[in-house]
Each structure stands twice: as structure tokens, then as C-alpha cells.
């Protein structure tokens, strides 16, 4: 019996339903999750098949996406508040069993109900932790709500498949082995070299941690030094570039610096990271990192990783280059000690927004353009600051009134900035049915000197300009 019941509003949150049932399978076992459209066989009762799968399961996730308090039928009515609607149906059987964990998952920046916006029957929803679950973070966060079901003790309890588990053990079994063998080969062919050469490298030079003749190290302590909290993220289209913490050390007359970055893929595909697309610019040098850093970031994930430069010099500041497809941001950086001691090689418990500069430009909703039984509006917009560009995100709503389909791309947005006319560098591309409601984001990238900008929407022949203040 599937131990994990998924409660979804079609129109709402299908497409995030289905990665997060493919996520939990992964993590859980192919048998530990319950999502209608997958599990029901064909002719099988549907509210039978809810109930029984409600009775045996351990926990329910409820996927509120923006739109799931406001579905309504195509008479206009509230979904919520009609009698039979499946999704109250199983939201209320899973509230009433007390062993039953029951987690509300927000998706697509969707806000948690209050109690005054659910029906009588499911108050109590709004009691419940939520969890959110972002685009960009998907991965991180699938990973944390699966230990969360993993971890529940009551009746039919969540547990991963038996056969990833071993499979996971037998492999950490044998990668562990090898790198206790590969440190003993490499022990011994150090001691060796030592030996033969008489505590010196390659070149001849004492050994980094040798005492030299004053009895004290060639290297000084190594100390934490200050990222910039705000304005220090770096954005190459779907990859964004955190710098979270950084580390110095005199080491005899040049300096080692680390950096720990966080990045980001926001994307559709995978992403190189490497030590390639980082350089240190000190005075006229630019100084090439050589910590041997190349990694795969997989799509829609997020990793920490950090960067070593060896500098030529004693520097009390230096410029972060960041490139990445011909395109580069920089990032100021002091050098100098900030009094604690070197913490790179601590992982930052920061999520994707913890450095994160964000200004509302609009909060309330505003009428764009109506036509044919189509109208569109702008229920919000904000700016995220960037190093090298700042990125206007539109949250775009489309009603169709009409009685057939109608598509996001009928409303063609660009925005007029610094004698340029942008298009969007993300834009949904969705079918929006009769008498239904779709949101989505549009999203552009400008200049971050640009302070005023117009955005100018075309839907079926009719236009409006909507100016824009960036701050």
C-alpha cells in the first residue's frame, strides 16, 4: 500500500505533481507513492480508490500552487466550496486520522492559505508546517522533504526502498575502500619523495609546513575575510554564482585565497562548473584558479563548491571575474581579515535567496489588456540585484472567459530600457482552456545602471506602454 498520497488540483499544480511523484519514487521507492492520474486503473472508482489508498497511507502532501484557493468552475463558482470536490474530500479524510502527517507543499511562490480562506471541513490545514518547494532549489528541496517522510514513525511508516539502500551501501562500500587505498599509495610515495630529496620539493624549495631555521612555518594562519552580503550574486542566465564565504593565508610572499561559491542552475540542461569560468583580478593580473575544480551541475539543482587561487603577491583587494558563456560579472572583494578564523571549508547553510537582493516594484495587481474574452493583468513585480545585471520579474496573469483554448504567447511583452527593447528571457508557453486562469512568470535582464524603463504589451492587435521605475 503506497505510503505517500499526493492531493492535487489539475489546473493548479499537475505538472509540479508529477516531478514531485517522480522525485519521492526515486528517493522512497516506486511503491511508497500515490498520485491519481498514475495509479487509478482504468474503470476503477475513483472515490473508492481515494479512500483506500487514504486509509493505509503515512503522510499526505497537498500541493497548493498560486491559483488553488481561486479555482473555479466554469460557472464561476469556487472549486473548494462545492459540494463532493475531491480535493476537499481528501484533504478532510486524511485530517481526520491522527497518525496521518499531513504537510501542505507550496509551489510556483504560492502562499499558504489562512484558515478564513479554506472550507469548514479543511481548517485545519492551515495549522499544518508548510514546506516549500522552488524551481531552483527543486532538487535540495525534494531531497529534504523525502528524509522528512522518511523520518515518520506512525503507523505504515515511510521508509526508501530496501533495494537503493543496499545498492548505496555496497557503493559507498567500495568507494570508501579505494580511497583508503589511493591514501595509502599516495603516503607512501610522499615519504619516499621526502626521503630521497631531504625534505624538499620538486624545485627545491623547503616543504610548505617544514620549520624553517627562526623555528616558525612558511605559511601564516589562515583567516576568514568579508563577503558582501547584498550585490555580490552574479547572474549568467539560468546559472547563478553566490560568493558565501572566502579564506586567506600569507604563505611566504604570495597569498592563497579561497572561495566558497554557491551556484545555482535554474535550467532545463546541465551546466559546466568548473575552475575555467573563475579568475582573480589583482591589480593588472588576472591569476587563474588551481584547485582542479570540474563538476557537472545538473539541471533545476544547486551545489557548493570552492575555488583556490594561489596570487603571486600580498593584495589587500581584489576583483572575483566570473564568465560563463562569453559573458562576465565581477565581485569587489577585501582581503584584508575580518578578526575570525578561516570558515571556507564550512558549507554555508544559506538556501538560494540567503544573499539575495530583491525590491518591489509593484505589489498590487494591474490591468494590462482585454480583448475577445481574454483579459491579462500584472499581479506583481520584483527586481533581483545582480553584480552584472538586474533581472524584472513579472507575474503575469491570463483569464480566458471564452469557450476555447487560447495560449500564453497571444500576449506579446517587451520591455523599452536604455534605448533598447528587451525581450524576456523566460516566458511561459502554456494553453490556457476555456474559463480557466493560468499565472506565470516573464522575466527580463537589464543593465544595472538602467533606473527607468517601459514595458509595452501587444495582445491581438491592441497595445499599452506601463512605465516602470527600477530601483
Given at each position: 500500500m503506497p505510503a505517500v498520497f499526493i492531493s492535487y488540483r489539475r489546473e493548479d499544480s499537475a505538472g509540479y505533481a508529477g516531478r514531485l511523484h517522480e522525485e519521492l519514487e526515486e528517493r522512497l521507492g516506486a511503491q511508497q507513492v500515490f498520485r491519481d492520474v498514475d495509479t487509478l486503473r482504468a474503470g476503477q472508482d475513483f472515490e473508492e480508490a481515494i479512500r483506500q489508498r487514504l486509509s493505509g497511507c503515512a503522510a499526505c502532501l497537498v500541493m497548493i500552487g498560486p491559483g488553488w484557493t481561486k479555482s473555479q468552475t466554469t460557472t464561476g463558482e469556487r472549486r473548494l466550496d462545492q459540494p463532493g470536490d475531491y480535493v476537499v474530500m481528501e484533504i478532510a479524510a486524511a485530517l481526520a486520522r491522527p497518525d496521518v502527517i499531513v504537510i501542505p507543499v507550496l509551489v510556483g511562490g504560492a502562499a499558504m492559505p489562512g484558515a478564513g480562506e479554506l472550507p469548514d471541513a479543511i481548517k485545519g490545514l492551515a495549522r499544518r508546517q508548510s514546506f516549500t518547494a522552488r524551481d531552483e532549489t527543486w532538487e535540495a528541496d525534494m531531497d529534504r522533504l523525502a528524509a522528512t517522510l522518511a523520518q515518520e514513525d506512525g503507523t505504515g511508516r515511510v521508509r526508501p526502498s530496501t533495494h537503493k539502500s543496499a545498492t548505496t551501501s555496497r557503493a559507498r562500500f567500495i568507494l570508501t575502500a579505494l580511497l583508503i587505498a589511493g591514501v595509502m599509495i599516495a603516503s607512501a610515495v610522499v615519504w619516499l619523495f621526502r626521503s630521497a630529496s631531504g625534505g624538499t620539493s620538486s624545485s627545491g624549495a623547503p616543504d610548505a609546513t617544514t620549520t624553517t631555521a627562526a623555528g616558525t612555518t612558511s605559511e601564516g594562519p589562515a583567516y576568514a575575510i568579508d563577503i558582501p552580503s547584498s550585490g555580490a550574486e552574479i547572474a549568467h542566465g539560468d546559472l547563478v554564482y553566490t560568493p558565501v564565504a572566502g579564506s586567506v593565508q600569507a604563505r611566504g610572499a604570495t597569498t592563497r585565497v579561497w572561495l566558497r561559491m554557491r551556484v545555482s542552475n535554474e535550467g532545463f540542461y546541465d551546466a559546466n562548473l568548473?575552475?575555467?569560468?573563475?579568475?582573480?583580478?589583482?591589480?593588472?593580473?588576472?591569476?587563474?584558479?588551481?584547485?582542479?575544480?570540474?563538476?557537472?551541475?545538473?539541471?533545476?539543482?544547486?551545489?557548493?563548491?570552492?575555488?583556490?587561487f594561489d596570487v603571486p603577491s600580498r593584495p589587500a583587494k581584489a576583483t572575483l571575474r566570473v564568465t560563463y558563456q562569453g559573458n562576465s560579472g565581477e565581485v569587489p572583494l577585501d582581503l584584508t581579515s575580518n578578526g575570525q578564523p578561516a570558515k571556507h571549508d564550512k558549507a554555508d547553510e544559506g538556501d538560494a535567496y540567503s544573499r539575495?537582493?530583491?525590491?518591489?516594484?509593484?505589489?498590487?495587481?494591474?490591468?494590462?489588456?482585454?480583448?475577445?474574452?481574454?483579459?491579462?493583468s500584472v499581479a506583481r513585480i520584483t527586481n533581483r540585484h545582480f553584480a552584472n545585471t538586474q533581472r524584472v520579474n513579472m507575474e503575469i496573469r491570463w483569464m480566458n472567459g471564452g469557450r476555447y483554448s487560447i495560449a500564453t504567447g497571444d500576449l506579446v511583452l517587451r520591455l523599452a530600457a536604455g534605448g533598447e527593447i528587451l525581450a524576456p528571457v523566460k516566458t511561459p508557453y502554456e494553453?490556457?482552456?476555456?474559463?480557466?486562469?493560468?499565472?506565470?512568470?516573464v522575466v527580463f535582464d537589464v543593465s544595472p545602471t538602467i533606473r527607468q524603463a517601459v514595458l509595452k504589451a501587444t495582445l491581438r492587435g491592441a497595445s499599452r506602454d506601463l512605465p516602470l521605475t527600477l530601483k
Open positions: 568548473w575552475d575555467d569560468s573563475f579568475r582573480l583580478v589583482v591589480g593588472n593580473a588576472v591569476v587563474s584558479p588551481n584547485g582542479g575544480l570540474n563538476e557537472i551541475l545538473e539541471k533545476r539543482s544547486i551545489r557548493q563548491a570552492v575555488i583556490r539575495a537582493t530583491f525590491t518591489a516594484l509593484a505589489r498590487d495587481e494591474q490591468p494590462l489588456l482585454a480583448g475577445d474574452g481574454i483579459s491579462t494553453v490556457v482552456e476555456g474559463g480557466a486562469t493560468y499565472r506565470g512568470d
